[in-house]
């Protein structure tokens, strides 16, 4: 099979600015066929994202492996339409639960993490927040670091998706090079900032460990130290899709650090558990999450 759908030029040049030029339900129905034709062509990570599952204890792979490329090209397609979406657009795409838990936060007058995971199409929680005046700022890789290793073409639509995003949620966007400092000072001034729980790097020291999936999740502690640091409130988030629209979802975690940070990871692996191809970081197996030993001990999911 000629795999042309792994090109990047095709990819972000011309099949996905071609697809945002269409009706919301047709252009989404289309990426999720180009996920499946990619599945098929990028075996290597197809590999990856089984042995996860597996590990977990999910019996049917495949199907959840469809539905993991269906929707990563959807997240894809995501960057286009978060430029351009309107409110009354952004009502027929996303819907939103738990507002309440953000601006009782806000109206405390003190930074807030909303500490979320690469799960689903995490950036339209972020999107859906901006249409309602809240104002967001966000920890990311930099893509800019020569040490990142992608193709140019790629880096390029990485470069259009942050400068997109940063467009619509106006806060600050800061860059794990910039270390730790400048992010303080941004919490410490009552800013809301989003960190992702799951973020890797293979310069992060992940000392916290949580049980997550019958094994051990491994996390970097710059959330808890964030919070410990500024006071800062924490308060978790999640995007889930029912079709080629998501379900946003806002919930409380406790007053304490500690708690907030072990309630976040357990509010994750419910996610997981309920839809287990919503979360990217499969391919992380072994390194991110260890699974129980014997894999076999993990219970279905």
Known sequence: MACWVQSPVLRYRWMFPALARLPMPVGYRLASMLGRLERNCDQGSATRVRHGLRAAGVTDTETMLRRFSEMRARETLDAWWIRRLRREQGARLMALEGEAVLSDLESRGRGIVLVMAHYGRLNLLLLS??????????????????????????????????????????????HINEGMRRLYRVVAGGETVVMLLDAFDPRFRLVLEYPFLGGRLHVAAGILRVARRTGAGLLYGVVKEHGWRVGVELRALPADPEAAMAQAVAELERDVRERPWEWWQWPLTGRLWRPPVPEQGAGDL
């Not at 809240?134 to 259009?160: A, K, Q």
């Open 129 to 174: 927040l901006a249409l309602r005046g809240h104002r967001l700022g966000m920890l990311t890789v930099d893509i800019e670091d020569p040490r990142l290793p992608i193709d140019p073409v790629e880096r390029d639509f990485l470069r259009f998706k942050v400068t997109g995003l940063h467009g619509r949620i106006g806060g600050a966007w800061i």
